[in-house]
């Protein structure tokens, strides 16, 4: 009996162990493509107005789910995969792009910095020529803001790191009206982003950590 309780134990243990490796690569922004996820959740005032947006506010979060290597259709960079998905339909509300990524492993978008922003519109993920959502909603504090760093975004990450590198301009958003951001890969409206309603229908880009 002593033998027995000494194995459990000792599995117990082993197993707990590499939970908590597993559980700091994402949840404090490890290594791979999980680095600065989850660093900065959006508070509970984040939450939509209109539509399927009403009371919504991302809860997920990712696990390792490409095994090393990216899946058909998705492009490879930095440690995530990538890939513009219509499963349904060309053009969908921010809620249900947001749910389409999770389902695939991932979240809606979030650019990092110019050179992720570069590939992401120049290896065929995002369509020319149209509009693409970004994960980044939310201006909680009352009236509205231009100010990206004020925003946060599906994945956790800082907008806050994350507009020292981009220098990104955008359309005011607020928690009521425009609370969501759309990018256009076309030069002059790469960086400058446009705000709109969560429930109008756009393209979907997402992003799958390795």
């Known amino acids: 009996m002593f ?3 000494l194995v459990a ?3 117990a243990a082993t197993h707990a162990a590499s939970s908590n490796i597993i559980c700091s690569d994402f949840g404090k922004g490890g290594g ?3 680095a600065g996820y989850y660093q900065r959740m959006a508070p509970q005032n984040c939450r939509g107005r209109h539509g399927d947006m009403a009371n919504w506010r991302p809860t997920f979060r990712a696990a390792r789910s490409m095994g090393g290597t990216c899946k058909d259709g998705f492009h ?3 440690g995530k995969c990538y890939k513009h998905l219509t499963d349904w339909g060309n053009d969908i509300s921010f809620r249900k792009a947001e749910t389409l990524c999770n389902m695939h492993g991932g979240h809606l978008y979030v650019p990092n910095d110019k050179a992720e922003h570069r590939f992401v519109e120049s290896n065929q993920v995002a369509i020319h020529h149209t ?6 909603w939310c201006f909680p504090k009352g009236g509205e803001s231009r100010n990206p760093a004020e925003f946060y975004t599906v994945t956790g990450e800082d907008m806050r ?5 981009l220098s990104a301009r955008t359309d005011p958003i607020d928690n009521h009206n425009r609370p969501c951001l759309l990018f256009h890969p076309r030069h002059d409206r790469s960086l400058n982003w446009h705000h709109k309603h969560g429930h109008e229908g756009h393209r979907t880009i997402c992003e799958v950590p390795l």
């Open 131 to 136: 509009w693409h959502w970004l994960g980044i």
């Open 32 to 34: 791979g493509g999980f």
């Open 3 to 5: 033998w027995i309780t």
């Open 9 to 11: 134990a000792i599995v």
């Open 161 to 165: 790191v994350i507009q020292k590198k």
């Open 76 to 78: 490879k960079y930095n």
